[in-house]
């Protein structure tokens, strides 16, 4: 049983927008900060956003400034990454995160214990 499972990922157009999903299972008992991070084939995972336990502080990676926000909604266990103008280099494997103890927005792998499957983000040119 996955902890963490992020859905809406696909492949568009260069320029085009997604929205990405988490959904956080109830064996974990307390959210406390989250994040998504994204691999590309041949590169080592990388941060891209992260979102306080309270939902008012977050983190972004520079080049997704301006382009991509994260949000959650800890009443239904959620957050979200609402990705626009997507370039080709955003083509990865995004990965949702659920720190294990910390409350504030991180952009280290080091301080999440949760972490989903992963989904495609395809933005062709």
């Known amino acids: 049983q996955e902890q963490l499972v992020e859905s809406g990922g696909g492949l568009v157009q260069a320029g085009a927008s997604l929205n990405l999903s988490c959904v956080a299972d109830?064996?974990?008992?307390?959210?406390?900060?989250m994040g998504w991070f994204r691999q590309s084939p041949g590169k080592e995972r990388e941060f891209v956003a992260s979102i306080s336990s309270t939902g008012d502080m977050a983190e972004y990676e520079d080049s997704v400034k301006g382009r991509f926000t994260i949000s959650r909604d800890s009443s239904r266990r959620m957050m979200f990454l609402r990705m626009t103008s997507l370039k080709p280099e955003d083509t990865a494997v995004y990965y949702c995160?659920?720190?294990?103890?910390?409350?504030?927005?991180?952009?280290?792998?080091?301080?999440?214990?949760?972490w989903g499957q992963g989904i495609q983000i395809t933005a062709s040119s």
């Open positions: 995160a659920a720190a294990g103890r910390r409350l504030l927005a991180s952009p280290s792998q080091r301080d999440y214990e949760y």
């Open positions: 109830e064996s974990i008992l307390v959210l406390h900060a």
